[in-house]
């Protein structure tokens, strides 16, 4: 969640630390700071809140140098103020961390029995403290960090810099990203690719528990046991104008815009247009021998899993099993033999479910892995890597991630079913032409984006608001309210339709919207009837479906959106567009953080 970038440079760093920062300003963030080395001593500014209050402080107080250590930080220990954010530094050494160091109390103990004093509520400090120390006895760097190292629990990935040392930085991770990029006669080190686009496009992923030395002339990588050794050197091909908003307000606006052409990317990976067949990447299993699939993912991925379930159960007849990643583990699930453990994660980074994925290897468990990020440590250690194609996305709260999480995840439900020989050629054929359906529909789908601005101002003054959504509309009612709560900060809960009467029906009034998406098909008479449930209480209803289903049902309601009318399989990929259009434009409204609103992060890297 954090964001950090080193630089061992040519001439001065501080501008370019600066705008790798901003490369991962998605990644969630309320404060920042450098700290460079220059003429023998650690020049360290640091701001609270935006970027911008740091390029403020330098530019009444530059850090000049060449080379130097940058931060972003999400609030895990200690309030978010200018004391407690990064880099922390002694006299000696300054540092960067992204992750909890969880003994840090014990560290702390140590530091002051020895009498340091230390000066914020961060777990980091203790570590630049513990390092100092060691360089302080006439250690050095290499020494220092590789004692200190293996006396850190929990997750990191650090980057420190050396006052009396001002042509080498040393980075380490566990449990956090951290990636090393080889320049002209400079190296970096950054949390992703992103931030190091501009700078080079060759790049080395540290692998966990790994450490490196790196200077002007290159880099030295260590693993867990100081053994020196080679990490590949790849090209990125991560873009130096993806974080670009174009003419767009937000980028998560341009994100939701980008659907139709990412899905499309995406679906042209795993399906065959020239005989309508599914075709997944190569893998070392037999897919027909699974007996139970297990997913794992958290937040919006969740959901996309929750969808999933429905996909799996209906074509390839396996049971599902779905848990949120930071439950998994503790409730000591039980795997059986020929499972397929499925996790879901944007970034392929989240601590929770990069855990709960290394919880199932271990139980011989194979391992698939639905990602947007296809060098990341999820995909590096799946048995199965199943790319989704959404490009980087900037903004906190997923839209196109998601929707391509949809696309993939259908593929693959649909060749589970093939292979276990439930899915005829002809039944194939027609899942395949109806997924390849869903771009077009996308596009439609947007083409309301107008109407649905005009009366987000309905919905901005609510307190609380409730979605409902039966069968894959349950999830997607969930992922609806998950939305309107991240980024317009309205208090929003989705339920399944048949659920109201069941307690929830208590909170209707006419205070409270209830968006309720129906397309028309199967479930629509039902869904329909828990709606007159709640317009019997008094309720204000924003009826989103398709132009039957509004001329059945749309009359007296608060609001009407309007959808494409598409087959049951592909209608979450379609009904995701309005409600996140909707919370877009409830948030623009209201005036909030659209991409980097409160308290979120994008790659969420500590348990």
């Given amino acids: 969640m954090c964001g950090i970038i080193g630089i061992v440079g040519k001439d001065a760093v501080a501008d370019r630390l600066v705008d790798g920062l901003r490369r991962m300003e998605y990644r969630g963030y309320d404060s920042a700071g450098i700290c ?36 972003t930080r999400w609030a895990t ?29 014990e560290l702390r103990a140590e530091l002051k029995e020895a009498g340091r004093e230390l000066e914020s509520d961060t777990d980091t400090e203790i570590v630049v403290h513990h390092v100092s120390l060691l360089i302080e006895q006439g250690k050095s760097p290499q020494e220092a960090v590789a004692a200190v190292l293996p006396r850190l629990r929990g997750a990191f990935s650090l980057a420190i810099a050396f006052r009396d040392y001002p042509d080498l930085l040393i980075g380490a991770r566990l449990g956090s990203p951290l990636v090393v990029g080889y320049g002209d006669g400079e190296m970096y080190l950054g949390s992703d690719a992103l931030a190091l686009a501009p700078l080079t496009q060759q790049i080395s992923y540290l692998e966990e528990g790994d450490w490196v030395v790196i200077t002007r002339d290159g880099a030295t990588i260590y693993d867990a046991e100081n053994t020196v050794v080679e990490r590949e050197v790849r090209h990125s091909g991560a873009s130096a104008v993806a974080v670009e908003k174009g003419n767009y307000r937000h980028f998560m606006q341009k994100e939701i815009f980008e659907q139709p052409t990412v899905v499309a990317q995406t679906l042209g990976s795993y399906l065959r247009q020239s005989d309508n067949s599914v075709a997944l990447p190569q893998f070392d299993f037999d897919i027909s021998s699974i007996r139970r699939v297990t997913i794992v993912a958290c937040g919006t991925s969740y959901y996309a899993g929750m969808v999933a379930k429905y996909w799996f159960e209906q074509f390839a007849r396996v049971p599902v099993d779905i848990d949120v990643a930071s439950e998994f583990r503790y409730r000591e699930p039980v795997l059986e033999e020929a499972g397929l453990a499925l996790f879901i994660s944007q970034s392929g980074e989240t601590a929770d479910t990069l ?182 209480r008094g309720g204000q209803i924003v009826l989103i479906s398709d132009a039957q289903g509004l001329e059945q049902a749309g009359e007296g309601c608060l609001a009407t959106i309007e959808m494409p009318k598409v087959h049951p399989l592909i209608a979450p990929l379609v009904y995701a567009v309005p409600v996140q259009l909707l919370a877009y434009h409830v948030a623009c409204v209201k005036g909030t953080d659209v991409d980097q609103p409160r308290n979120l992060a994008k790659s969420v890297t500590v348990e």
């Fill in 36 to 71: 460079t080395v220059s003429d023998g001593e650690l020049v360290r500014r640091r701001a609270e809140g935006k970027l911008s209050n740091l390029v403020a402080v330098l530019a009444n107080d530059p850090a000049a140098g060449d080379i130097g250590i940058a931060h």
């Fill in 77 to 105: 220990h200690g309030a978010p103020t200018a004391k407690n954010a990064h880099p922390h530094a002694t006299d000696h050494v300054a540092l960067v961390h992204n992750g909890i160091i969880e003994n840090y109390k």
């Fill in 355 to 536: 855990a709960a994925l290394r919880h199932c290897k271990a139980n011989g468990q194979t391992i698939g892995v639905v990602v947007n990020v296809p060098t990341s440590s999820m995909a590096r250690e799946a048995d199965l890597l199943l790319p989704t194609h959404a490009g980087p996305e900037i903004g906190v709260a997923s839209t196109k991630a998601f929707t391509c999480q949809l696309a993939v995840l259908a593929a693959l439900a649909a060749h589970m079913a093939v292979k276990k020989g439930l899915m005829s050629r002809q039944e194939e054929q027609e899942v395949v032409a109806h997924l390849l359906e869903a771009p077009a529909c996308l596009n439609a789908a947007l083409d309301h984006d107008d109407d649905i601005a005009a009366m987000a101002h309905l919905i901005a003054p609510a307190r609380d608001v409730l979605y409902l959504g039966r069968g894959p509309d349950y999830p997607m009612a969930l992922e609806g309210a998950l939305k309107l709560k991240e980024i317009s900060y309205i208090h929003a809960e989705g339920y399944a339709s048949g659920e109201m009467k069941h307690g929830p029906i208590a909170l209707i009034d006419d205070e409270v919207p209830v968006i309720v998406l129906a397309p028309s098909g199967p479930l629509f008479e039902k869904t329909v009837s828990n709606m007159e449930e709640v317009r019997a």
